[in-house]
């Protein structure tokens, strides 16, 4: 099953809130008015990026505030682990 345009706009539209890029949330935003959204639709994909991006928060909150407790992992482990 194909997910039309619309939708894909919307998931866009929250994946925007979540990554904080507001240039994306602009573009998404207007592309998912143009395929036929209208502002109720956008309400509602912002409003669930933003609980995804608060549920994410809340867990990372919650991972490094265990990691001050029992101290970081060596710098090496950090740089092999994420982010290249």
């Known amino acids: 099953m194909a997910i039309d345009n619309k939708t894909?706009?919307?998931i866009a539209v929250g994946a925007s809130i979540t990554a904080?890029?507001?240039p994306c949330?602009?573009?998404?935003r207007n592309k998912a008015?143009?395929?036929?959204a209208d502002?109720?639709?956008?309400?509602?994909?912002?409003e669930?990026?933003?609980q995804v991006r608060k549920g994410a928060a809340d867990k990372m909150d919650g991972f490094?505030?265990?990691?001050?407790d029992r101290g970081f992992p060596p710098m090496g482990w950090i740089k092999s682990a994420c982010c290249g």
Request: a negative charge.
């Open 20 to 22: 904080n890029c507001q």
């Open 33 to 36: 008015l143009e395929f036929g």
């Open 8 to 10: 894909k706009e919307l």
């Open 48 to 50: 669930m990026g933003k």
């Open 64 to 68: 490094s505030a265990g990691l001050k």
């Open 25 to 28: 949330l602009q573009y998404h």
């Open 39 to 46: 502002a109720g639709d956008i309400a509602e994909a912002i």
